[in-house]
């Protein structure tokens, strides 16, 4: 796969159930979040607000989530979902 392809890839946040960029999730303690659950998860931690703005930039597209979202009844259906 294509790198480019790789950092477009949309992947289902756990925790707020969106669809973040697989190349914009962020690992804390042992768990992936998209941009806004990290954002919030490292606030309430440190009871700062976050500061950096790494976490801006693009968010999926409506298109992107449409089509990602065919990608997951798509796998859904054959039962590897
Ligand atoms: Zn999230």
């Known amino acids: ?3 480019k392809d790789v950092e477009k890839m949309l992947v289902r946040c756990r925790h707020c159930n969106r669809f973040e960029y697989w190349a914009e999730m962020r690992w804390r303690h042992g768990f992936c979040f998209c941009r806004k659950c990290y954002k919030a ?3 309430s931690e440190t009871g700062k ?3 950096w703005d790494d976490l801006d930039g693009p968010t999926p597209s ?3 989530i449409a ?3 065919e990608t997951e009844k798509a ?3 054959i039962g590897r979902g």
């Open 1 to 3: 796969m294509d790198p």
């Open 49 to 51: 607000l976050y500061e």
């Open 41 to 43: 998860v490292y606030e």
């Open 67 to 69: 089509a990602a979202t």
């Open 62 to 64: 409506a298109e992107e």
């Open 75 to 77: 796998y859904a259906a």
